[in-house]
């Protein structure tokens, strides 16, 4: 029963989200909530002391400048593999704090996927 409802849910969220909603649909009515909201990716000790960037219509934008090489942000649903039913889900937001090691090997390529997905490219 729990298998056929998921997979019922599943089947909507693949309609809902077949393409890309307008970027309005992910962007944050209040860009300190977005900063509050990153924040709370990791201790105040880290976090507070972090780069944090927040999603405008460029693009990431550095919010606040940070001193420890960690690097805060809140996800979209864009970092999640390209077949996830949730892929244009604009209601999906996950805080994370990357490390100064992953911020510079890992992260770009979250920065790219994000340019490539504002220019309106679609998934193929």
């Known amino acids: 029963m729990f298998g ?6 599943a089947q909507d969220t693949k309609i809902l ?3 890309i909603p307008p970027l309005e649909h992910y962007l944050m009515p209040d860009r300190n909530e977005e900063i509050k909201l990153t924040r ?5 000790s880290i ?8 999603l405008g219509r ?7 400048q940070g001193k420890n090489g960690f690097v805060c942000v809140v996800e979209r649903s864009w970092t999640a593999g390209i ?7 604009p ?15 890992y992260f770009p390529s ?15």
Do not use: M, Q
């Open 83 to 89: 077949d996830d039913p949730d892929f244009w889900n």
């Open 47 to 54: 976090s507070g002391h972090a780069e944090v960037l927040v």
């Open 110 to 124: 979250t920065i790219k996927k994000i340019e490539l997905v504002i220019a309106g490219r679609t998934k193929t």
């Open 40 to 44: 709370n990716a990791a201790p105040d």
């Open 4 to 9: 056929a409802s998921w997979e019922a849910r």
């Open 91 to 105: 209601k999906l937001r996950a805080p994370i704090c990357f490390s100064a090691p992953v911020a510079r090997s």
């Open 17 to 19: 989200y077949a393409s």
């Open 58 to 64: 460029h693009g990431s934008e550095t919010a606040v």
